[in-house]
């Protein structure tokens, strides 16, 4: 079969070819910002991972601390409940330092008071010696100068 092509028919199909790569140009810039659009996304979304992937390092590092001090704190209070079961014990005495009339420590002994609560130059009270530098000590204690000693309070009260 011949086909005779004419010069219309070869202006429309001209016509037609420009019309079919301007379509495929303006699908391809609609493409191209599509595709921009998604990495913009993902870019976006990447920094928001990162983001809470620092906050989840962050609250995993304070989550240890906290279980860490959490333990300390348990072992010290089976300490001072062992401690409290064995100050309790009929006939014992504990030592209370009050200040200002108010209890803030108890001791097991006076010279574990003085010990705590003695300056660097008054510790040798606890050691049995005075702060004058010599003398008896009284059922066990010394009386500093400028101190109250600890008292004495019975383990059944």
Do not use: W
Request: hydrophobic share 40%.
């Amino acid at each position: 079969m011949i086909r005779i092509v004419t010069r219309k028919r070869l202006a429309l199909l001209e016509a037609d070819t420009h019309a079919a790569f301007e379509r495929a140009h303006q699908t391809t810039e609609a493409a191209n910002r599509a595709a921009a659009q998604h990495v913009d996304e993902l870019a976006a979304v990447t920094n928001r991972a990162e983001h809470i992937d620092a906050m989840l390092a962050g609250a995993v590092e304070e989550l240890g601390a906290a279980q860490e001090e959490l333990l300390l704190k348990g072992i010290e209070l089976r300490r001072l409940r062992k401690e409290l079961t064995e100050a309790r014990e009929p006939g014992r005495q504990v030592f209370v330092l009050v200040h200002h009339g108010t209890p803030t420590m108890v001791y097991r002994s006076c010279e574990d008071a003085y010990a705590d609560t003695a300056p660097t130059a008054l510790r040798r009270t606890a050691h049995g010696v005075l702060h004058g530098g010599s003398g008896p000590m009284r059922n066990g204690c010394s009386r500093r100068s400028r101190t109250t000693p600890p008292r004495a309070v019975s383990a059944g009260r």
